[in-house]
């Protein structure tokens, strides 16, 4: 038996198990952004609710009965969306074009991290967003400016491109919807519509803050999915578009776990 007759049966072995990370790491993505459109949508609509992020969302969970276990049990799906992510990265076994593999990398640590976040919350380590700070650490190294910078430009373009899917229904080529009922399939529409514009607009938000921040130097003006929404609060009709975003990322969250059942897989192929 040769290394490349090992490398392929060890692929062929790794697919199912890369396919059921992935179900279980977009139904918990799913869990995370329904949080924070719920905490959003709140937030519009009665006193004294406030906006959060993955971080604040994961705090949520802690403050409710059977938190610590909720917590371990999405931490271990925020892992294996983070698995699911970096195999799509390094094996590719879709062909994605280089810029899309960086950013399944790049999202793979991201939710790594948020996963990480979610063990420790269990222990009782309450998770703090800290963009700011991440900014600053990040501007204080060299050509760090600039890093920050195209950072925000991924995050920018990265929410152009998802309204741009949602806008077009463009998101339905990854779902198998030959094996979806007329129910399931218009649900799928609905939901990946306006949860792809609404997580698009965020994003968009976000990127821009992050530009702002490189071209000021300041990493005080750097934000999150936090600051994003607040900033949204604080438009003319601030309220009214916030829960408007509010529901728009809860539908997010619903396409989400359509995607968990329907995303189409593509076995994974031992590098050559």
């Given amino acids: 038996m040769t290394a490349g007759d090992i490398a392929k049966g060890a692929a062929q072995k790794a697919s199912p198990w890369v396919e059921t990370a992935g179900r279980i790491g977009y139904a918990a993505k799913g869990i995370i952004y329904g949080i924070i459109g719920i905490l959003a949508f709140v937030a519009a609509t009665s006193d004294g609710g406030k906006t959060t992020d993955k971080k604040g969302a994961i705090n949520s969970i802690a403050e ?15 892992f294996c969306y983070s698995l699911f992510k970096l195999v799509m990265a390094t ?4 062909g994605d074009k280089p810029l899309k593999r960086i950013g399944n990398g790049v999202t793979g ?11 420790k919350a269990s222990m009782g380590e309450k998770s703090a967003d ?14 760090g400016v600039w890093l920050l910078a195209a950072i925000g430009l991924i995050i920018l373009g990265t929410g152009f491109l998802q309204v741009y899917k949602g806008w077009t229904g463009k998101f339905m080529e990854s779902l198998r919807t030959g094996e979806m009922s007329e129910k399931e399939r218009r649900t799928a529409e609905i939901s990946g519509k306006i949860g792809n514009i609404s997580r698009g607009v965020v994003f968009v938000i976000t990127g821009g803050f992050l530009l702002w921040a490189a071209k000021d130097h300041d990493a005080d003006k750097a934000g999150g999915i936090d600051q994003s929404l607040q900033a ?9 578009l916030l829960a408007a975003t509010g529901l728009g990322l809860v539908a997010y ?3 989400m776990f359509v995607e968990a059942k329907f995303r189409k897989y593509t076995p994974v192929v031992a590098p050559r």
């Fill in 109 to 119: 640590l991201i939710y790594g991290g948020v996963g990480f976040a979610a063990i």
């Fill in 130 to 143: 800290n963009t700011e700070q991440q900014a600053s650490g990040l501007m204080a190294l060299p050509f």
């Fill in 64 to 78: 409710q009965p059977f938190g610590e276990v909720l917590l371990i049990v999405l931490g271990a799906g925020l």
């Fill in 91 to 94: 094996l590719n076994p879709e």
């Fill in 232 to 240: 949204i609060a604080s438009a003319p009709y601030g309220p009214i």
């Fill in 253 to 255: 969250a619903l396409f």
